[in-house]
């Protein structure tokens, strides 16, 4: 498949002037839905594909073929941009190399390399990053190993909230310094320090959920956000609504007296149903 226009949109959005939400995906059809809602953006973040596949908490055991082949699944159901939690490159900067490539011929539009020491290690009680120098030689080496110019490469960073701010924004000025395209920060900001950040940095800025007087559009995109995560409630909802239709039915609730049920004509338009009745009798006779 081409996936060239999806990446050049991705990168509109971000030449823009305007902080976007992206649409949390997880499958083929959530992925389909979004596009229909007109999410310009769709994320796959790394815990979720850690739920979705696995079943498992967000604890780096899910595997980057078992990540790359569900973000194929997302992108060949339509055309949205999706970009991707890529967490820590699945090991060393070597290991950042074949992440890129693998998620570049699944067609993803931007993916993130965090600077996190994952998975964790034995006794350790928080979150810790690893050096600026190897933060900085996974940048390089994500760019080096990019073969679609238009593939968005993110560096990404929790620093600020487990470092302090200092230490993120030279961080965050290393990264830039690399050539990577974007920078996404994760962990609690407050106005100040995003402020502080946004005076160092000129590269688009994205960031992880945000709460409170942070959730301000207009305010994050005169700070050169472009993206900011709302959390990813779509498949929690999903989880919910799964469970309490099982529930019921195991409890004795008639099908015909199920509440909550996507129509038939919901379920023809996430599945494309029209489109494959038209190749049906086009090409089977």
């Known amino acids: 498949m ?30 389909r839905v979004a596009e229909e809602l007109g999410f310009e953006v769709g994320m796959f973040a790394g815990s979720i594909a850690s739920f ?48 890129v490539q693998e998620l570049e011929t699944a067609g993803v539009a931007g993916l993130m390399i965090e600077d996190t020491l ?48 200092a230490d993120g924004i030279k961080r965050l000025k290393a990264y830039e310094a690399t050539g990577v395209d974007a920078l996404f920060i994760a962990g609690g900001l407050t106005r100040h320090d995003l402020d502080s950040i946004a005076e160092e940095i000129k590269i688009p800025l994205m960031l992880g959920g945000v709460s409170g007087d942070m959730q301000d559009k207009e305010y994050l995109a005169s700070r050169g956000v472009r993206i900011a995560l709302q959390g990813h409630q779509p498949f929690s909802a999903a989880v919910k609504a799964m469970y309490d239709t099982l529930k019921a039915l195991r409890e004795g609730t008639k099908p015909s007296a199920l509440q909550g049920i996507a129509s038939s004509e919901l379920m023809a338009k996430v599945t494309r149903e029209g489109d494959y009745k038209s190749w049906t009798e086009k090409f089977l006779g």
């Open 2 to 31: 081409h996936w060239t226009d999806r990446r050049e949109r991705y990168r509109q959005a971000l030449a823009g002037n305007a902080c976007i939400h992206p649409g949390s995906v997880y499958d083929a059809i959530s992925a």
């Open 52 to 99: 979705t596949v696995l079943g498992a908490p967000d604890l780096i055991v899910l595997t980057l073929t078992e990540f790359a082949a569900q973000a194929y699944r997302i992108n060949r159901a339509g055309k949205l941009p999706l970009m991707v939690d890529a967490d820590h490159g699945y090991g060393n900067a070597l290991n950042v190399m074949r992440t």
């Open 118 to 165: 994952l998975p964790r290690g034995f006794g350790e009680k928080k979150p810790t990053v690893i050096s600026i120098e190897e933060g900085v030689g996974k940048m390089r080496a994500a760019l080096a190993a990019r073969e679609d110019s238009t593939l968005t490469i993110i560096g990404r960073t929790s620093s600020p909230s487990i470092t302090g701010l």
